[in-house]
C-alpha cells in the first residue's frame, strides 16, 4: 500500500475497506515500521464508532493493536486496546545528590534486597479488606490500610506522601470496581505490592547527562550531574488476568451478538453494555493497583537511599501511565482514549487547575537499558496526535531474536541475533543486577529503535519538549 508523508514525521495511511478512517503514524523517513504493526493498526479503523487511529515513532507489533499506539471510540471499549499490562508506566524520584557523591553499586544491591526482581515474587502482602481498598482507590487507599507487617511500613510517612498526590496521573485513583475483578486476579496481585516484575520493566539509578530548558529542569529539581531515580513497572499478575479475563470475555461476547469485530484478537465491548461498564471498573482496579506498586517500591528505594545518606530528600516529579483507557475531550466530543504503549501528553492548556498548568504535564520516556531516557513536557500543540507521545523507543527485534531460543538440555535451537559480546559491549559502564542472566539479552539496547531519533520526532512535530536526556548507570531487571 503507498502511504503518503504529510510532512517530514508523519505518515498517513489511507482508508481502504474494511477500514472506516485513515490512521497516522508519527514517524521519519528510514525509521523501521513493521508490516504487521501496520496491517494492526489498520485493522484498529475497522472498529465500529472509532474516531481516529494513530501510530507513535515507538510503533511496532502487539496484540490486537501495534504497541505504540492510540485508538479512540465513541461507544465501545477494547480491551486488547489497552493490553495485559495496564498502567504499566514510569516515575521518576530526583535525589540533592551528583553521581560521584553516591556509591552506585551499593545501592543497587541494596535496592535489590528490599524489591523483588523478576516474575512470580511477592512482597507486600495486604489483608482482604485493604487489598480491595487499593483496589477502589489507589494510592490514597494506602494512608489508611493497616501498616504493619512490612519493612516499607517503617520508611512510610503520611505527611511526606500525600502532598505527591498531585505529582500522579489521576492523582493515583481511578474509579475502580473490585467487584468486577474475578477472583483468581484478585488473589493473584495480594501479595504482589512492591514487586518488579520482569520484561522491559526496571528500576534504574541515572545521570542526568543533559539539561536542555534550564528554567523547566529548575522547576523540576533537575541538575547536570544529578542523581536520579527511574521506575517502570505496572499491575503485575493481577492486571494480566484482568486484560485475559476480560479480552476473552470480549470474544465471547463478540461471537454471541456479532458485533462486527475486525479480528478474533480485536473484539469490543460496547459501552453501554454491563460487560463494558465491567471491563471499565477492572482496568481502573488494575490502575490502582500499578499506581500503589509503583509508589511502595519508590517508598522503598527512598528507605535505601537514606540509610547511606541521610535525611534526603527525594522528591516526585511525575509518574505516567501508558497503557490505559480514559474518557477525554477531543475535536468536541467526549472519547475513550485507549493508549497503549503510548503517554498521555497534556499542554499546559489541558493542565489548568494543577500543579503542571504553566509547563504541561511532565512525560518520562524511556529508552533501553544501555540507552538514554527523557524528561518532556507536553505541548498545547500536541492535540494532532490526541495529546499523546510514544512510551519508550519500540523494539526492533524481538525477544526471541535477540535472546535465541534454547531446547532441552540447554542447547541452542536458535541463534540469539546479538551475542555475548556485543552485549556486553552495549552495557559497559552500567552496573547490572537482574533475576535471570540467561534471558537479560531480550532486553539488550540493539533491540530497539534509536530513543535519541525517536525523541526528535517527538520534538519537531510539536507534541511534547525535551527537559533533560538522563543516562542509566545502574539497571535493576527481572
Known amino acids: 500500500m503507498l502511504m ?26 528510514g525509521m523501521q515500521v513493521e508490516e504487521t504493526a501496520i496491517e494492526q493498526l489498520k485493522a484498529a479503523c475497522a472498529l465500529p464508532s472509532v474516531v481516529e487511529a494513530l501510530g507513535m515513532p515507538d ?92 519493612r516499607v511500613w517503617e520508611a512510610w510517612s503520611d505527611d511526606e506522601e500525600r502532598p505527591l498526590l498531585e505529582k500522579i496521573e489521576e492523582r493515583g485513583s481511578m474509579e475502580g470496581g473490585v467487584e468486577a475483578v474475578s477472583h483468581h486476579a484478585f488473589s493473584r496481585g495480594q501479595d504482589q505490592l512492591a514487586t518488579l516484575g520482569g520484561g522491559n520493566h526496571f528500576i534504574e539509578i541515572q545521570l542526568v547527562e543533559q539539561v536542555y530548558d534550564p528554567k523547566l529542569a529548575q522547576r523540576f529539581g533537575l541538575f547536570a550531574g544529578q542523581a536520579v531515580v ?49 471491563y471499565l471498573q477492572a482496568m481502573s482496579a488494575a490502575a490502582n493497583f500499578a499506581f500503589a506498586n509503583r509508589h511502595l517500591m ?53 493542565m489548568a487547575g494543577t500543579a503542571f498548568a504553566e509547563v504541561g504535564q511532565p512525560i518520562l520516556i524511556p529508552g533501553s537499558m544501555g540507552t538514554a531516557s527523557y524528561l518532556l513536557v507536553g505541548t498545547d500543540a500536541g492535540e494532532c496526535s490526541l495529546a499523546s507521545v510514544n512510551h519508550g523507543a519500540g523494539r526492533v527485534m524481538s525477544r526471541t531474536a535477540a535472546a535465541g531460543k534454547r531446547g532441552r538440555r540447554g542447547k541452542p535451537k536458535r541463534t540469539a541475533a546479538i551475542s555475548d559480546e556485543e552485549f556486553r559491549r552495549a552495557m559497559e559502564g552500567i552496573y547490572l543486577v537482574c533475576e535471570d542472566r540467561g534471558s537479560v539479552k531480550e532486553e539488550a539496547p540493539q533491540a530497539y529503535k534509536d530513543i535519541d531519533a525517536v525523541i526528535e520526532v517527538v520534538r519537531e512535530a510539536g507534541l511534547a519538549r525535551p527537559v533533560a536526556r538522563l543516562r542509566p548507570k545502574a539497571v535493576l531487571k527481572g
Open 298 to 350: 519508590a517508598a522503598l528505594v527512598k528507605k535505601n537511599f537514606r540509610h547511606y545518606y541521610g535525611d534526603i530528600a527525594l522528591p516526585l516529579v511525575y509518574d505516567v501511565p501508558h497503557n490505559i483507557a480514559k474518557f477525554e475531550s477531543h475535536h468536541g466530543q467526549t472519547l475513550l482514549i485507549h493508549r497503549k504503549g503510548a503517554t498521555r501528553a497534556f499542554g499546559p492548556g489541558r
Open 4 to 29: 503518503p508523508r504529510l510532512n517530514p514525521n508523519e505518515l498517513l495511511i489511507p482508508a481502504v475497506p474494511p477500514m472506516k478512517i485513515p490512521a497516522r503514524i508519527f514517524i521519519r523517513e
Open 230 to 278: 527511574m521506575i517502570h513497572s505496572g499491575s503485575r499478575g493481577l492486571g494480566h488476568q484482568v486484560g485475559d479475563d476480560y479480552m476473552r470475555l470480549s470474544r465471547d461476547y463478540d461471537h454471541r451478538h456479532g458485533g462486527g469485530q475486525p479480528n478474533d484478537n480485536l473484539c469490543f465491548l460496547p459501552l453501554e453494555s454491563k460487560e463494558g461498564r465491567n
Open 59 to 150: 510503533i511496532h507489533q502487539g496484540y490486537g493493536v501495534p504497541i505504540g499506539s492510540v485508538v479512540a471510540t465513541r461507544e465501545i471499549v477494547v480491551p486488547a486496546a489497552v493490553g495485559y499490562d495496564i498502567n504499566c508506566g514510569m516515575r521518576l524520584l530526583t535525589t540533592p545528590l551528583r553521581l560521584e557523591e553516591i556509591d552506585v553499586k551499593q545501592l543497587a544491591d541494596s535496592i535489590r534486597r528490599d524489591i523483588p526482581l523478576g516474575e512470580g515474587h511477592h512482597n507486600v502482602a495486604l489483608g482482604k479488606d485493604d487489598f480491595a481498598a487499593v483496589l477502589e482507590g489507589g494510592v490514597s487507599a494506602l494512608f489508611g490500610v493497616k501498616h504493619s507487617g512490612h
